[in-house]
Nanobody, 123 residues
C-alpha cells in the first residue's frame, strides 16, 4: 500500500506565493516520474508540472517561469514552488507518482494519486 499526501494549499492574493509538498509513504521500492496536476472548477484535471527521477522537469506553458518543481528522492517527497500566482491558478492540486512496490518486479510501476490540496488565488 502506497499513500501520497499533499500539503501547503491555501488562500493567497494574486502575486503571492505558495509551496506545495507531496510525501509518498508505504511499500516503496522506487519512485519514478512524479507530477502535479490541477483541476479547476468545472474543468478536467490538467498536468501542471512533472519531474523524472533524474530531476528533468517539464511545465505547462502558462506556469513556466513562475512555478518550480523539485524532489528529494531520499525522502520520497516532491515540491511545487508557486510564485506570482494568478487567479487562473486556482484549483485542487493533485500529486501523482509512479511507484514500484515489489523488488521482485523492479520495472512494474503503479500510478498513485494523492487526495488533493486546494489552492485559491484571489484577485
Amino acid at each position: 500500500q502506497v499513500q501520497l499526501v499533499e500539503s501547503g494549499g491555501g488562500l493567497v492574493q494574486a502575486g503571492g506565493s505558495l509551496r506545495l509538498s507531496c510525501v509518498a509513504s508505504g511499500s516503496i521500492v522506487r519512485v519514478g516520474t512524479m507530477a502535479w496536476y490541477r483541476q479547476a472548477p468545472g474543468q478536467q484535471r490538467k498536468l501542471v508540472a512533472s519531474i523524472l527521477d533524474d530531476e528533468t522537469a517539464n511545465y505547462l506553458d502558462s506556469v513556466k517561469g513562475r512555478f518550480t518543481i523539485s524532489r528529494d528522492n531520499a525522502k520520497n517527497t516532491m515540491y511545487l514552488q508557486m510564485n506570482s500566482l494568478k487567479p487562473e491558478d486556482t484549483g485542487v492540486y493533485y500529486c501523482n507518482a509512479e511507484v514500484v512496490s515489489d523488488a521482485r518486479f523492479p520495472r512494474r510501476y503503479f500510478d498513485r494519486w494523492g487526495q488533493g490540496t486546494l489552492v485559491t488565488i484571489s484577485s
